[in-house]
């Protein structure tokens, strides 16, 4: 079965950068899209970035220019690099992926927090 590891999360002070990383393992033959999303508490969650198998970039617009999606096919990873966090950056970072045929998958999420 095909099963998505979110890495990379934790605590930083606003200004400074975190480096989330997810990878897929199993059969991860039919995965195409591949994306983050983040919910902070009390808020509904929301798309965050995403990158197709070819490398089209999609960006909320609350964090373009701060971060980057970015994808290598053969290790079957994305990362998201998130620079000049700001507090309002702070949620649980899930890692999605669209699929061919099946349901999208979702990992388990990594909490990021930025606070002083």
């Known amino acids: 079965q095909v099963q998505l590891v979110e890495s990379g999360g934790g605590l930083v002070q606003p200004g400074g950068s975190l480096r989330l990383s997810c990878t897929a393992s199993?059969?991860?033959?039919?995965?195409?899209?591949m994306g983050w999303y983040r919910q902070a508490p009390g808020e509904q969650r929301e798309m965050v970035a995403t990158?197709?198998?070819?490398?089209?970039?999609n960006y909320a617009e609350s964090v373009k220019g701060r971060f980057t999606i970015s994808r290598d096919n053969a290790k079957n990873t994305v990362y998201l690099q998130m620079n000049s966090l700001k507090p309002e950056d702070t949620a649980v970072y899930y890692c999605?992926?669209?699929?061919?045929?099946?349901?999208?998958?979702w990992g388990q999420g990594t909490q990021v927090t930025v606070s002083s």
């Open positions: 990158i197709t198998r070819g490398g089209n970039t």
């Open positions: 199993g059969n991860t033959f039919g995965i195409t899209t």
């Open positions: 999605n992926a669209d699929h061919l045929v099946r349901a999208p998958l």
